[in-house]
Nanobody, 123 residues
């Protein structure tokens, strides 16, 4: 089992920045990749960004490329999502997730999920 705890959400004005953190505990050695997802009211959950624990290859949704950066600190078992130039359409609950499977990170089945953190961007 892997436990995930997100933090860092909040209210920010358009154009501002936030950094989300996802602290992993438990059987973290079995994790292959970490992903960030978001779900806005009335919409389906969508992939935002993902990273492989080994090597650090990263992947982004087109809607956030150039604005968001995913990173990880293996020593701390923590993944981060730096969000810059935020837009009102980025408003959502953001979830981090861990996958033990091998493959293309954006399309992996994710086995473990955090509780989510709210990000609200005002116009």
């Amino acid at each position: 089992q892997v436990q995930l705890v997100e933090s860092g959400g909040g209210l920010v004005q358009a154009g501002g920045s936030l950094r989300l953190s996802c602290a992993a505990s438990g059987r973290t050695y079995s994790s292959y990749a970490m992903g960030w997802f978001r779900q806005a009211p009335g919409k389906e959950r969508e992939f935002v960004a993902g990273i492989k624990w080994s090597g650090g290859s990263s992947y982004y949704a087109d809607s956030v490329k150039g604005r968001f950066t995913i990173s990880r600190d293996s020593a701390k078992n923590t993944a981060y999502l730096q969000m810059n130039s935020l837009k009102p359409e980025d408003t959502a609950v953001y979830y981090c997730a861990a996958s033990n499977r091998l493959g293309y990170v954006p399309l992996l089945p994710y086995d473990y999920w955090g509780q989510g953190t709210q990000v609200t961007v005002s116009s």
